[in-house]
């Protein structure tokens, strides 16, 4: 991986950083529904990055939203689980060809079926730790419930909008 792949990744995931602190942290839909965008930047990270940058990458994302939502580490720890379950999820869904290097998860570079299959359990998983920890507990667990699943379709949505508008099928040689 070359210097500019590293440095628009970084740049992204800054850009990723300013949209959830600025236009997404107010964005709630019916009290319910929270779009955290941000969750599909550590997603869509490159396939051929390993474990510990990705980690330390979601560090200092999850890091920034904590400071800006006034959340205490909780941001940061649910999506420390996602960098961590990322990879073995990948190596769950592996194609029978195996996957190309530098290839960035998509929608448009995997496909729809694909996309789902990978992103769907990611984002259930950082929601349902991220409300299980606001909540403290099993207390409020229809709430909880409610916020998890409109949240995961939210940020679900969203994240295909985001895609289609801004991100490019990588091109074969």
């Not at 229809?142 to 990588?170: E, N, P």
């Amino acid at each position: 991986m070359n210097s500019i792949r590293i440095i628009t990744i970084l740049l992204t995931g800054f850009l990723y950083l300013l949209f959830q602190i600025l236009v997404l942290k107010n964005l709630v839909l019916f009290g319910v529904a929270f779009c955290f965008l941000y969750v599909i930047y550590i997603i869509l990270l490159p396939l051929d990055l390993k474990t510990i940058p990705v980690l330390l990458i979601s560090f200092f994302l999850g890091l920034g939203v904590d400071l800006f939502y006034d959340t205490l580490g909780i941001h940061t720890a649910s999506l420390l689980l996602i960098a961590f379950l990322r990879h073995r999820w990948l190596m769950v869904l592996v194609p029978t060809g195996g996957y190309e290097d530098d290839l960035q998860p998509s929608l448009l570079n995997m496909g729809f079926g694909w996309f789902l299959s990978y992103s769907i359990p990611l984002v259930l998983v950082y929601h349902i730790l991220f409300f299980y920890i606001e909540s403290l507990g099993t207390d409020l667990f229809i709430t909880s419930l409610q916020k998890i699943i409109a949240s995961v379709i939210f940020v679900l949505v969203m994240s295909i909008i985001v895609q289609l508008l801004f991100y490019r099928r990588r091109r074969g040689i």
